[in-house]
């Protein structure tokens, strides 16, 4: 069993910038490849980002590429995704998912372990 949890979400403006993070328990947590989704309310759960267990590979969605940065930091158990540059089609709800597979996927169902989601709203 892994529990992730997410936080950091928030309301923001056009152009700003937050950072999410996603705190897992477990001893094998760093082997764990790690993505971000995201849904907004009556639209699918959507690929943003992912990165594999040593954070030397990672993947982004075209939408985010050049804007996000996934990262982690095996240490402390957490992996983050830094939002720069927010547009009010990023507004939705951040979720981050842990494969055992330890690679950066963008399928949902590599994954095998989910958190709650962190409300992310930008404002035009």
């Known amino acids: 069993q892994v529990q992730l949890v997410e936080s950091g979400g928030g309301l923001v403006q056009a152009g700003g910038s937050l950072r999410v993070s996603c705190a897992a328990s477990g001893r094998t947590f760093s082997s764990y490849g790690v993505g971000w989704f995201r849904q907004a309310p009556g639209k699918e759960r959507s690929f943003v980002a992912a990165i594999n267990w040593t954070g030397g590979s990672t993947a982004y969605a075209d939408s985010v590429k050049g804007r996000f940065t996934i990262s982690r930091d095996n240490a402390k158990n957490t992996v983050y995704l830094q939002m720069n540059s927010l547009k009010p089609e990023d507004t939705a709800v951040y979720y981050c998912?842990?494969?055992?597979?330890?690679?950066?996927?963008?399928?949902?169902?590599?994954?095998?372990?989910w958190g709650q989601g962190t409300q992310v709203t930008v404002s035009s």
């Open positions: 998912a842990a494969n055992r597979e330890g690679r950066p996927s963008r399928h949902m169902v590599v994954y095998d372990y």
